[in-house]
């Protein structure tokens, strides 16, 4: 019994602990229960108010969008504008630019075409000019080949040849022209030079010649290398030239009316160098027929010599005035040197009435000094 008791008891025991434990899991549920409804409805609340701030912030960034877009709709609005105006711009500029480009490049060209078309008249005019002269220069070499195949032409070139050097160097009283060396006769020089010889003038006279025909014939026997041919056209020059000489001697020398010799005037330092080579033709032209032949150079040296002789000669005739003249300038001069120390003399009693005056100054001051100084020591 006691066993039955105690199990009966422990059964008691038992059971209450087995009510006691299920109380407790009951409680136990039921503040699980509890807990978990209170936290669902606090997740509920929560999630309500995430739910809300979630469709806030999704309203505030769709506004936000909205905005946004409608901000760039007016930046792309504006852009667009803006890109616009620029581009209407750059083609305005772009427009003028051309326009201006176009009228420099224009002025440009048109400048540039004036200038070369007035460099090409210019020079068509010049290319016009030069075959005027060429033209002028062919006719003028005809002219002057006519004159030359023409034998009082060739005297005439000759003649005015000898007239420009003569008026070129001498004055016009030192030569004549045409000039009847013996008073009335009819034999004329074609120039002749005007000599001083005591009070009276003697003439010089001289002769232009151009034996063309064998002096061209000479240079054609030398341009073709012929000896013989070159020996009988020098003799047929010698000739000429000698026939010449004695035509001037026998025509124009006529002492004491004119020099004991005259001048042969060649035209061309050619034909002139070919004669003086002639030693034997010199000797004769000197000695037999007193003729001096003279080129171009040679003439322009000997009438310069002579215009240096005629200014002596014209010094020496007036030194007698140039002596009265100094005279006259030496008794000048000493009347001008008395004059001067006769001024030397006045300038130093001058100078020594000053000094006596500045001396006498001097004391008057000295005096008004002492008068002073006694008028103070009064007072």
């Known amino acids: 019994d006691k066993n039955y008791s105690s199990l009966t008891n422990n059964i008691s025991i038992l059971t209450n602990q087995l009510i006691n434990i299920k109380q407790d899991n009951y409680n136990f549920k039921n503040d699980q229960t509890d807990l978990l409804n209170r936290q669902y409805s ?3 609340d929560n999630l309500k108010q995430i739910t809300e701030g979630l469709s806030n912030q999704q309203n505030l960034i769709e506004q936000k969008l909205y905005n946004t877009e409608q901000r760039i709709e007016g930046i792309k609005t504006s852009v667009v504008d803006n890109l616009n105006e620029i581009r209407r711009d750059n083609t305005e500029k772009l427009e003028k630019i051309r ?6 490049l224009s002025d440009t060209l048109n400048k540039r075409l004036s200038e070369s078309f007035s460099m090409i008249s210019e020079r068509l005019e010049t290319v016009y000019k030069s075959l005027g002269e060429m033209q002028s220069l062919s006719t003028g070499v005809d002219d002057l080949r006519k004159m030359l195949s023409n034998v009082k032409s060739r005297g005439t070139w000759g003649e005015l040849q000898l007239g420009m050097m003569l008026e070129q160097v001498l004055n016009k009283n030192q030569y004549e022209i045409n000039v009847s060396v013996v008073p009335n006769s009819a034999e004329k020089v074609e120039f002749a030079l005007c000599l001083p010889n005591n009070g009276e003038k003697v003439y010089l006279p001289i002769d232009s010649k151009f034996p063309q025909e064998s002096y061209g014939r000479l240079i ?4 073709g290398n012929d000896e013989k041919t070159i020996n009988n056209e020098l003799k047929a020059l010698n000739n000429s030239i000698k026939t010449e000489a004695k035509r001037i001697s026998s025509k124009y020398i006529k002492p004491p009316y004119t020099t004991d010799f005259a001048i042969m005037y060649l035209p061309i330092e050619g ?10 033709l010199m000797d004769v032209l000197h000695n037999q027929y007193r003729i001096i032949v003279a080129g171009p150079t040679t003439l322009l040296a ?5 215009q240096i002789g005629f200014k002596s000669i014209a010094i020496e005739q007036h030194s007698n005035e140039i002596m009265r003249l100094l005279v006259v300038i030496k008794n000048d001069f000493n009347n001008f040197s008395k004059l001067l120390e006769l001024t030397q003399q006045r300038l130093h009693q001058a100078s020594e009435t000053i000094d006596s005056a500045f001396s006498k100054t001097k004391r008057i001051q000295r005096h008004l000094d002492n008068v002073e100084s006694i008028e103070e020591y009064n007072s």
Do not use: D, G
């Open 42 to 44: 606090i997740t509920e």
């Open 271 to 280: 034909l002139y160098a070919e004669v003086v080579k002639q030693l034997e």
């Open 99 to 104: 326009e201006t480009v176009e009228e420099k």
């Open 220 to 223: 054609e026997a030398y341009n």
């Open 302 to 306: 000997l009438l310069n010599s002579l």
